[in-house]
């Protein structure tokens, strides 16, 4: 198997990563040769990696274009890259907001030009994305302009996954020849990531001690309760596409997702929006053909 771990030099997507080279290929893409080099190294042969900062949309293009050029088919994408805490909001070069463009939008344009490698997988192509059951759209301040704060960045990242989770699984179910599924994965408890080197002191501190107490698991037990999403017979994917799961005492069960994550509405909505910002034709195209597949 083939699986692509955006933000793998790192937390949740190295323990993903670590626990799949086992017995998959992994390709990782990462924003820093530096850290992309000792990751390959430590997780041995099974592991390679593509560079692409996702705060940078004509990154998305090159890397979905060098991966088409190296490779026939994916078994797998763990949407996973992301910006955490933050001292101040970052404007990027696309002039976004970064937590939407690296939490969100880039994963957007990247899952939707990689789907045709994805339908091409033996095993049935799949797409989990890291996700948690908070956050809220500010459809008047999507970019958060006006009001921002890391953690409402975080929040609307992960209703918009949620919601394209929803709404790939609806346009690729509605095609008589799509193989792929679409997962949002909460993980039960939070991580010990590298999180904890960026976040000020003070919450370093707090954090310590709420380890101490067992409030956290390790990346190694994250990648342990994640990587048999990646591997498990395509059926059962199939089965928790379009849903929001967890894990729960050793089994996989359904969180129910608010009303307005599974708006088809709010979901076009945000599907438009992004198509726009995107603004990238061979994006736009891939989007054409799903929605006309589901009108037809
Ligand atoms: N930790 C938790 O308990 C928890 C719970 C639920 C969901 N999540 C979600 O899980 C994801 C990973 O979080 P984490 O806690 O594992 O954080 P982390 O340890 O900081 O890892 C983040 C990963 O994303 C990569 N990344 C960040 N910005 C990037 C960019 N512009 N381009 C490419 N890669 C980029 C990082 O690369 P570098 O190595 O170069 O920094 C790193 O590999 C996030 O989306 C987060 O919201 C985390």
Redesign the pocket.
């Known amino acids: 198997m083939k699986i692509l771990i955006?933000?793998?030099?790192?937390?949740?997507?190295?323990g993903v990563a670590a626990a799949l080279a086992k017995e998959a290929e992994v390709i990782i893409?990462?924003?820093?040769e530096e850290?992309a080099k000792a990751t390959v190294d430590e997780l041995g042969p099974n592991a390679s990696y593509v560079l692409?900062?996702?705060?940078r949309l004509a990154d998305v293009r090159r890397v979905t274009e060098e991966l088409h050029a190296q490779h026939d088919a994916l078994d797998g994408i763990f949407v996973?890259?992301?910006?955490?805490y933050a001292a101040g909001r970052v404007e990027t070069e696309d002039g976004m907001d970064s937590h939407f463009q690296?939490?969100y939008l880039s994963h957007f344009m990247l899952t939707l030009n990689l789907l045709d490698l994805l339908e091409r997988s033996e095993h049935g192509g799949r797409v989990i994305f890291?996700?948690?059951s908070f956050g809220e759209m500010d459809w008047d301040d999507l970019q958060m302009e006006r009001t921002w704060g890391y953690e409402r960045g975080?929040g609307q990242a992960m209703v918009a996954k949620r919601m394209l989770v929803a709404r790939l699984h609806a346009l690729c179910r509605a095609r008589d020849d799509s193989r792929v599924s679409f997962v949002g994965f909460?993980?039960p408890k939070?991580?010990w990531?590298?999180?904890i080197n960026?976040i000020p002191w003070p919450m370093r501190f707090m954090a310590t001690v709420v380890k101490l107490f067992g409030g956290f698991i390790s990346i190694d037990d994250c990648g342990r309760i994640m990587a048999p999403l990646f591997t498990e017979p395509h059926a059962s994917s199939l089965r928790r596409s379009g849903k929001l799961i967890t894990e729960k005492k050793g089994a996989l069960v359904e969180i129910p997702d608010i009303d307005f994550v599974l708006d088809p509405a709010e979901q076009d909505r945000l599907w438009r929006v992004s198509l726009a910002l995107s603004d990238d034709d061979a994006t736009r195209r891939i989007a054409d053909q799903l929605v006309d597949k589901l009108a037809s």
Do not use: H, P
């Open positions: 955006t933000g793998g030099t790192n937390g949740m997507g190295k893409v990462a924003r820093s850290r692409a900062d996702l705060a996973n890259a992301g910006l955490g690296v939490n890291n996700v948690a975080i909460q993980i939070t991580v990531s590298n999180q960026i």
